[in-house]
Each structure stands twice: as C-alpha cells, then as structure tokens.
Nanobody, 124 residues
Framework: QVQLVESGGGPVQAGGSLTLSCRSS????????MAWFRQAPGRGGRDFVA?????????YYDDSVKGRFIISRDNAENTVALQMTNLTPEDTAIYYC????????????????WGQGTQVTVST
C-alpha cells in the first residue's frame, strides 16, 4: 500500500504564495504519475488541480490555476510539490496528493492512492 503524506498547508493572505509537498512511501515512486486535487468548503468532491508524469514532464493544469501554480517532482526524494502563487480566497481548500500508474487522469476515480490532505486558507 502506497502512503502519501502532504505538508506545507496553512493560512496565507490573498496575493501570497505557498508550496505544498507530498512524500510517497512507494519504493518505485518513479512508476507513478502524481497529481494534486482540492476540495473547497461545501463541495462534496475533489477537483483536479495539476498532474505530472513519471519523469517530471509533461505536466497539465486546470485552467483555474494555470500560470499561478507549478507542479514538480523529485524522484530521488520521492516527493511531489505544488508551488502556488498569487493565491485568492477561491483557492481555499483541502489539497490532496494522489498517485496512479497511469498519466493523464483528471478525475478522482483515475487515481488509486490518496493522501490525507492539507488545508490551505487564503484570506483577504
């Protein structure tokens, strides 16, 4: 069973930046495509944010974060990061790290492993 542990969440003011990190326990981390999803307050499901393929390229972003967020991975450290800039209150959510052997998924069902999430709260 692959364990994913997110960190780096917290409160931030609008316009600020935050970097999330996710560490995987998988011994074959480079075999997994990785993604970030988020669950905004009051929403029942998790929304796709960004994904990165096994080697670190290509990447793909939801339109709502394109140009503001960057997803990257370090296969030597078994980590994937999400650099978030120019944050707005609409980015407030629990952010989840996800993993799957296949790349290119944009739905929750496309990922077989999930972290517990880290809260990001953006205030005005």
């Amino acid at each position: 069973q692959v364990q994913l542990v997110e960190s780096g969440g917290g409160p931030v003011q609008a316009g600020g930046s935050l970097t999330l990190s996710c560490r995987s326990s998988a011994h074959n981390f480079r075999s997994y495509a990785m993604a970030w999803f988020r669950q905004a307050p009051g929403r029942g499901g998790r929304d796709f944010v960004a994904t990165v393929s096994w080697s670190g390229s290509p990447t793909y972003y939801d339109d709502s974060v394109k140009g503001r967020f960057i997803i990257s991975r370090d296969n030597a450290e078994n980590t994937v990061a999400l650099q978030m800039t120019n944050l707005t209150p609409e980015d407030t959510a629990i952010y989840y790290c996800a993993a799957d052997y296949r790349y290119g998924g944009f739905k929750e069902d496309d990922y077989s492993h999930w972290g517990q999430g880290t809260q990001v709260t953006v205030s005005t």
